[in-house]
């Protein structure tokens, strides 16, 4: 069966610094993608970086980057120079190509200190 | 332009009532999604629609009817609410290349359903 897993519930990062968020992954698939959401306060769910199981370098997208570990079936999300509005829910989530679900890991709530 | 924007963003009900949330898309989408997330805020995936034919049903109670009546619309109606309902549903639409979704989502803002 399918299913994400992320161990933090709550995190807390000084501003400036650089945080990871974990993410494990459990899939028999060989397809699949890799993706992190960012929900606000405010509710709207933000698409942040993606990343291919055949994918041979970790994504990146501005501060965001993703450790993406195939063999221990990790995709952590790096966050560099955190920002007071990086204070978020986090979502890892994974797409099974052949099914065209995404189900979502139970999300880290991020607090950024000033 | 709301690329997908549901309708209505809030709702507030009795037990027992019947109640639709409507979702639309300009996204040119093929596949479209309800989520439901709960107080805890785990997201869940409820119904997958591509093209307006349903590909995903995930053990949904019946009260739970979907409808997409073309591939830019999927509205969720629930009947006889619950409690247990209450919660913040998301739609969701996603593109397709060569028959396989992209897995990206486009969400809409949310629909929180409260039931008295």
């Known amino acids: 069966a399918q299913k994400i897993t992320q161990t933090q519930p709550g995190m807390f990062v000084q501003e400036k610094e650089a945080v990871t968020l974990d993410c494990t992954y459990d899939t028999s698939d060989p397809s699949y993608g890799l993706f992190w959401y960012k929900q606000p306060s405010s509710g709207e769910m933000i698409f942040l970086i993606y990343?291919?199981?055949?994918?041979?370098q970790n994504a990146t997208e501005g501060r965001y980057s993703l450790n993406f570990q195939k063999a221990r079936k990790s995709a952590n999300l790096v966050i560099s120079a955190s920002q007071l509005g990086d204070s978020a829910m986090y979502f890892c989530a994974m797409l099974k190509t052949s099914y065209d679900k995404v189900i979502f890991g139970p999300g880290t709530s991020l607090s950024v200190i000033p | 332009d709301t690329a997908v924007s549901q309708t209505p963003k809030y709702l507030v009900t009795q037990m027992g009532n019947d109640k639709s949330i409507k979702c639309e898309q300009n996204?040119?989408?093929?596949?479209m999604y309800w989520y439901k997330q709960d107080s805890k805020k785990f997201l869940k995936i409820m119904f997958s629609?591509?093209?307006?034919?349903?590909?995903i049903n995930e053990t949904v109670p019946n009260r739970f009817s979907p409808k997409s009546p073309d591939k830019a619309h999927l509205n969720l109606h629930i009947n006889s609410l619950e409690l247990g309902d209450s919660a913040v549903y998301f739609c969701?639409?996603?593109?397709?290349?060569?028959?396989?979704?992209?897995?990206?989502?486009?969400f809409g803002e949310g629909s929180r359903l409260t039931v008295l």
């Open positions: 969701a639409s996603s593109q397709r290349y060569g028959g396989i979704s992209t897995g990206e989502l486009f």
């Open positions: 990343q291919g199981s055949y994918d041979q």
């Open positions: 996204l040119g989408h093929d596949t």
């Open positions: 629609y591509n093209n307006k034919e349903l590909i």
